[in-house]
């Protein structure tokens, strides 16, 4: 069992930037592949970005490219998303996820993870 905690949510204006961190509990967090997700209100849970376990490959959606980075800490058992030049449609809750599947290929579908977090809102304002 692994439980994860988001944290670094906020409100920010356009353009602002902003640093989420999701903290594993457990030692075997440099099994699992992480991913974000996010989901605004009335919309599906969307993919945002995913990390292997050893950090060394990221995938990203269209719409968050360029501006948001994922990274990881195993050493600490965290997983960050920066993101930069934040957008009023960035705007949603943000969910880690962790895949312990150990696949070769990241996922984006909600369903392929297997542990989640509780959330954080982020807010942006114009």
């Known amino acids: 069992q692994v439980q994860l905690v988001e944290s670094g949510g906020g409100l920010v204006q356009a353009g602002d930037s902003l640093r989420l961190s999701c903290t594993a509990s457990?030692?075997?967090?440099?099994?699992?592949?992480m991913g974000w997700f996010r989901q605004a209100p009335g919309k599906q849970r969307e993919f945002v970005a995913a990390?292997?376990?050893?950090?060394?490959?990221?995938l990203y959606a269209d719409s968050v490219k360029g501006r948001f980075t994922i990274s990881r800490d195993n050493a600490m058992n965290t997983v960050y998303l920066q993101m930069n030049s934040l957008k009023l449609e960035d705007a949603a809750v943000y969910y880690c996820?962790?895949?312990?599947?150990?696949?070769?290929?990241?996922?984006?579908?909600?369903?392929?993870?297997?542990?989640w977090g509780q959330g954080t809102q982020v807010t942006v304002s114009s």
């Open positions: 990390i292997s376990r050893s950090g060394s490959n990221k």
């Open positions: 996820a962790a895949d312990r599947s150990r696949t070769v290929v990241l996922s984006t579908r909600p369903m392929s993870y297997d542990y």
């Open positions: 457990g030692r075997t967090f440099s099994s699992f592949d």
